[in-house]
């Protein structure tokens, strides 16, 4: 087993051309010893060999930790003198190939964990990780390293993808270039203009497909830049250009719509009676039930295929918190409708101020009419009663609820309209929030066919490109 023994030498400084002299163990470092193998020194700046030594110091350099403990190592590095008369740098200090760089305090091997941890963590989330494997590194180290890395080589994609986006919305907009085969993003130039991306293609030769949006600016860009590319649509922005030709087709025969059936006279309702279309009930009933569920499904969909919040809100087209109350939910039955309106102070108030006004016929004071409801025990403040002035002058005929006594959302009461069937509106026949079509598409049911049968024109559009044949088979001449 004698053969088998190792040393410092072998397992730290395996392949690297330095020898190890001494090693101390402190309490919380191990400080090493070591210095160069090699007998002269090459110039970096002419590549001259050389052997005169000017001058000889001390370099400290931290290294990986050896179980989880700091390891400092003392470099004892020589100054030679330039060989080369000719060469402006006349002395130069030696470089341990693969082991040391210039100005750097730290190893080669622990510089590439660093810029590891830092790409992958970031500055404070880094810094805590490095100590926690014993390397002290800060956060504003950490993000220089990152800063300091060259662009990584990207090569020209075949397929392209070119499309804006906001990098300030309703202010400042950009292009994003990606790589349709590995959906990377390959560049960003700084407007969507035809210029830079005419510049990027005569740059970067060899796209063969481009496949961008509707605009105009890149249709140009892409011919000037890459005249022997094929310019393609992708499939959002097909089916964008799908519902708004249907948009269209609907708005122009709106007059062949059939009107809507007359509703029933209405009658009490049974104990047993199904509640309204629109109403969403315990068992999972209605128009609004069915409604939270498809949209419960696709959100959590989308969230199982690795997408964000944010991405999920700009796929669909949805406000960012909508998507955060359909994330959060665990089942359907859990996403909270709508949000209703609070109550104000001032509502158990409201038939005085409103006597009050009428007597002064608008010419009172919000100061008088808040030291009046203060004698009266209000306890508000004046801008309260400001706010309250200033939504009764947008909406001077509605009335106030009460707090916390609100109908629920979707629900009608007896005898009411709201159970009555409505004119078909022109504009749900597209939608942004779903621009891909379903698996399991089916056509349309009797009633939605009936109602456009004067039109085939509108029946054939309101359907997917692949249904069309059906239509003229089976739509009237």
């Not at 941890?117 to 990780?129: C, D, E, F, K, T």
């Not at 508000?380 to 009460?402: M, V």
Request: with cysteine.
């Amino acid at each position: 087993m004698d053969g088998c023994e190792l040393s410092w030498q072998d397992v730290l400084f395996a392949g690297v051309a330095v020898v190890v002299e001494s090693a101390v163990r402190g309490a919380t470092v191990t400080v090493m010893r070591a210095r160069s193998r090699s007998r002269d020194g090459r110039c970096p700046k002419c590549g001259t060999p050389s052997s005169r030594v000017h001058d000889r110091y001390q370099r400290r350099l931290q290294d990986v930790p050896l179980a989880s403990r700091q390891v400092e190592i003392t470099l004892e590095v020589r100054r030679f003198v330039c060989a080369n008369a000719q060469c402006p740098q006349r002395t130069f200090a030696e470089q341990i190939p693969g082991f040391t760089s210039a100005y750097a305090r730290c190893t080669n091997r622990l510089g590439a964990l660093l810029n590891v941890i830092a790409l992958a963590l970031g500055g404070r989330a880094g810094a805590r990780m490095a100590a926690a494997l014993g390397v002290t590194a800060g956060r504003m180290g950490l993000l220089s390293r990152v800063r300091a890395m060259p662009d990584p080589s990207n090569d020209t994609p075949r397929v392209l993808g070119v499309d804006d986006f906001a990098i300030k919305r309703g202010h400042t907009y950009a292009t994003v270039l990606t790589d349709g085969e590995t959906h990377r993003v390959v560049d960003v130039l700084p407007s969507r203009d035809t210029g830079p991306l005419t510049t990027w293609l005569l740059a970067h030769p060899g796209v063969e497909v481009v496949c961008r949006d509707r605009a105009g600016a890149y249709a140009e860009g892409a011919a000037v830049g890459a005249p022997e590319a094929i310019q393609v649509a992708d499939r959002f922005h097909l089916w964008m250009n799908l519902g708004q030709a249907v948009e269209k087709c609907v708005a122009a025969h709106r007059s062949c719509l059939s009107p809507p059936p007359s509703a029933p006279a209405p009658s009490a309702p049974a104990p047993s009676a199904q509640p309204p279309p629109g109403t969403a009930t315990a068992h999972g009933n209605g128009r609004l039930a069915a409604r939270l569920q498809a949209h419960h499904a696709l959100v959590h969909g989308l969230l199982e295929q690795g997408l964000g919040i944010r991405a999920i809100a700009r796929h669909l087209g949805w406000g960012r918190h909508t998507v955060q109350r359909y994330a959060r939910a665990e089942g359907w039955q859990q996403v909270s409708p709508g949000r209703h309106r609070r109550g104000s102070s001032l509502d158990v108030h409201h038939t005085y101020l409103s006597r009050r006004i009428a007597e002064a016929r608008g010419r009172i004071s919000l100061t008088v009419l808040h030291r009046e409801l203060a004698e009266r025990g209000w306890q508000g403040s004046y801008s309260t009663l400001r706010d309250w002035a200033r939504h009764r002058l947008h909406q001077p005929h509605r009335t106030p609820q009460p707090p916390r006594h609100r109908r629920p959302r979707g629900r009608s009461p007896a005898g009411s309209s709201a159970g009555q069937p409505r004119s078909p509106r022109t504009n749900t026949s597209s939608s942004k929030r779903s621009w891909t079509p379903a698996p399991s598409w089916q056509p349309r049911t009797n009633s939605s066919v009936t109602s456009v049968t004067c039109s085939p024109s509108r029946l054939a559009s309101s359907c997917p490109p692949g249904s069309t044949r059906l239509l003229r088979r089976t739509c009237p001449a």
